[in-house]
């Protein structure tokens, strides 16, 4: 893999930007070849994430513990839909959860605690036992065109008024980075207080005029960038680095000093899981060193197992596990549809 350069890779694997997109749909599919031994069901991210799912877990299944897989492909925002309907009756064995959903999964009773027996559990990093286990991290930055600017440093770059017009940030209510985004504002300006974040408010607000787009995806972003009406925009690392290498080339990245929070697709068990046996399986082979490698050197995740070895080119763009901001993800899975309906009413004018 390391012997194609890296934009004709991509183009080869068909990779497609794609930060978390709430509202995408997908479709179940099964991915074949078992034995006919054992079912389990794993819901997990389709379109170019899919095949790394496909590869590394599915196959490895089937061929080392006679199971029969099927992925059912959708969205986090479905898939924790499905496992409250389902509740103690689930039909995913795992389910891939934005982090705040795991943990207040588990607290709410519909997801399995984290467990110190699942295979390689031992080998990850702290962070990445939220709720569940995190397969791939991503920290929230910002992507900025060096064409335009020059290198920002910190999140309080948003409000420079020589950038007023050509600004982007996410919607709290429809993208996840927007959720994180404040949490971290909270950190600077509401001292780290969630549940009083006024000032934060009033600094969102004082931004609003000065904003060219409020995504809802990251894919949104796309043709105002390449027309550079978009300079610099609050953004996941995993989708900047992907954007750039798949041909936008006045594009950066910079994690900021006030450090990027913790983002990531966590691995979770439903309770009542049909197979748990097998969900650990699986859960353990996300964990293992050939996932982590192939997400980390085609999305530019951060690996969730310690000493995972990727290609230079790759381990330069990635941050440092200490520079990742671990935020309070119970408190954000609580006050995350007051801030959602907050900003359709402050930040729609």
Request: charged share 20%; net charge negative; with cysteine.
């Amino acid at each position: 893999m390391g012997q194609l350069p890296r934009r004709e890779l991509l183009r080869l694997m068909g990779l497609a930007g794609g930060g978390i997109a709430i509202g995408s749909v997908a479709a179940a599919c099964g991915s074949g070849g078992g034995s006919g031994g054992r079912d389990i069901v794993l819901g997990v991210y389709g379109g170019p994430q899919e095949p790394v799912y496909r590869t590394h877990v599915a196959d490895r299944l089937e061929a080392e513990d006679d199971a029969n897989v099927t992925l059912a492909l959708g969205t986090g925002g479905e898939r924790v839909s499905k496992v409250y309907a389902e509740r103690n009756q689930p039909s995913l064995d795992v389910a891939m959860l934005a982090i705040w959903d795991a943990v207040k999964g588990v607290e709410d009773g519909v997801l399995e605690e984290p467990d110190p027996s699942v295979p390689n559990v031992d080998q990850i990093h702290d962070f990445a036992v939220n709720g569940g286990y995190v397969a791939s991290a991503f920290n929230l930055g910002l992507r900025y065109n060096p064409a335009k600017i020059d290198r920002p440093t910190s999140f309080e770059d948003l409000w420079n008024p020589e950038y007023a017009g050509h600004v982007a940030v996410p919607d709290p209510g429809k993208n996840a980075n927007g959720i994180a985004f404040i949490a971290m504002l909270a950190q600077m300006y509401a001292n780290d207080d969630l549940d009083n974040v006024d000032p934060v408010w009033d600094r969102l607000t004082a931004l609003r005029d000065g904003l060219v787009l409020q995504y809802s995806s990251e894919n949104d972003t796309n043709s105002l960038w390449d027309a550079q009406d978009i300079w610099i925009a609050v953004s996941s690392s995993s989708f900047a680095w992907q954007f750039k290498f798949e041909g936008s080339a006045d594009v950066d990245f910079v994690t900021p000093t006030e450090g990027g929070a913790l983002m990531g697709n966590v691995a979770c068990i439903p309770v009542g899981a049909n197979n748990p046996e097998l969900a650990r399986k699986a859960v353990g082979y996300m964990l293992d060193e050939p996932f982590q490698k192939e997400f980390a050197e085609t999305h530019y995740f951060v690996p969730s197992r310690e000493g995972v070895t990727v290609d230079a080119e790759t381990q330069e763009l990635l941050p440092d596990p200490s520079e990742l901001v671990v935020l309070d993800y119970s408190t954000l899975a609580r006050v995350r549809p007051d801030w959602s309906d907050r900003w359709t009413r402050e930040m729609a004018g």
